[in-house]
T-cell receptor, first 116, second 110 residues
Framework: EAGVAQSPRYKIIEKRQSVAFWCNPI?????LYWYQQILGQGPKLLIQ????????DSQLPKDRFSAERLKGVDSTLKIQPAKLEDSAVYLC??????????????FGQGTRLTVV | GQQVMQIPQYQHVQEGEDFTTYCNSS?????IQWYKQRPGGHPVFLIQ?????EVKKQKRLTFQFGEAKKNSSLHITATQTTDVGTYFC??????????FGQGTELSVKP
């Protein structure tokens, strides 16, 4: 079974530039998550999709971050314009979560963003 | 919103010593999951607990869910260098969000 795919693995941009991350979840997984992980901290949930609908985006800085999940499969996360404090690893995860039972989340390798 | 707090933040042990990390919540949890993240890696699922007082074991790892379902612990017996990494607890809150704790970073001195 293929895992969660993310690209790019690394990205360096200047502040005020824009950047986009892509995620392809495990086939058939209804739930997709984007997390921001700053060095030394736990993953912070930015947005959670159930199929192509948003479950929660309360922690997403909507003035600069946007995310979409096309046809309930792939997802992109965009930052425009980037700030220095956006430097972090952006993790995408997916889980099957069908019905009332919650299941494990499978994570991609992440994209390490450095804003200079 | 619901949060899970982990202690300690860091733990340094000698190889062969035991290690325990604790996860606490002010509200009742419907479930608790544990993940391990190796240095430079991504979180990898270890286990999920859902029942009050539940105890599960995986080789040298023992996971417990408190009777009140407000706390959980992960205990590693006789640590090895391969246990190095950060251990996170996580839970699904009432809204279905998967929330992570801050993690406990374990270092093991050979």
């Amino acid at each position: 079974e293929a895992g969660v795919a993310q690209s790019p693995r690394y990205k360096i941009i200047e502040k005020r530039q824009s950047v986009a991350f892509w995620c392809n979840p495990i086939s058939g997984h209804a739930t997709l998550y984007w997390y921001q992980q700053i060095l030394g901290q736990g993953p912070k949930l930015l947005i959670q999709f159930q199929n192509n609908g948003v479950v929660d985006d309360s922690q997403l800085p909507k003035d600069r971050f946007s995310a979409e999940r096309l046809k309930g499969v792939d997802s992109t996360l965009k930052i425009q314009p980037a700030k220095l404090e956006d430097s972090a690893v952006y993790l995408c995860a997916s889980s099957s979560n069908r019905g009332p039972r919650y299941t494990e989340a499978f994570f991609g390798q992440g994209t390490r963003l450095t804003v200079v | 919103g619901q949060q899970v707090m982990q202690i300690p933040q860091y733990q340094h042990v000698q190889e062969g010593e035991d290690f325990t990390t604790y996860c606490n919540s002010s509200t009742t949890l419907s479930n608790i999951q544990w993940y391990k993240q190796r240095p430079g890696g991504h979180p990898v699922f270890l286990i999920q607990l859902v029942k009050s007082g539940e105890v599960k074991k995986q080789k040298r790892l023992t996971f417990q869910f408190g009777e009140a379902k407000k706390n959980s612990s992960l205990h590693i017996t006789a640590t090895q260098t391969t246990d190095v990494g950060t251990y996170f607890c996580a839970c699904y809150n009432q809204g279905g969000k998967l929330i992570f704790g801050q993690g406990t970073e374990l270092s093991v001195k050979p």
